[in-house]
């Protein structure tokens, strides 16, 4: 699977972003794909995943209530709505495919293939 991310960029604090990963090469509704991000000097975090029908979706708990995950799989692209940004969301994102089944499973071990991320920048 091949997956380009689009959608970063700068942005003050409290506004929003919405990322974008387009799919090819595989069927892509055979994947569980999720979301991660790594700020300078840290490691890669996980931020969300949706299951391959998108009934469930499982947040880390510094980005639930702000932070939304959707797929579409006609299109073959998966999102991550990002509103209420702050500084600490700062980091570069990567969407990944993973052939597990289990969205809770949040370790990068999990996941089979990667984008090359995007910059999302939040300024104070």
């Known amino acids: 699977v091949q997956l380009v991310e689009s959608g970063g960029g700068l942005v003050q604090a409290g506004g929003s972003l919405r990322l974008s990963c387009a799919a090819s090469g595989r069927t892509f509704s055979n994947y569980l794909m999720g979301w991660f991000r790594q700020a300078p000097g840290k490691e890669r975090e996980f931020v969300a995943a949706i299951s391959r029908r998108g009934f469930s979706i499982y947040y880390a708990d510094s980005v639930k209530g702000r932070f939304t995950i959707s797929r579409d799989n006609a299109k073959n692209t998966v999102t991550l709505q990002m509103n209420s940004l702050k500084p600490e969301d700062t980091a570069v994102y990567c969407c990944?495919?993973?052939?597990?089944?289990?969205?809770?499973?949040?370790?990068?071990?999990?996941?089979?293939?990667w984008g090359q991320g995007t910059q999302v920048t939040v300024s104070s």
């Open positions: 990944a495919a993973s052939s597990d089944w289990d969205v809770w499973n949040t370790g990068e071990r999990a996941y089979n293939y």
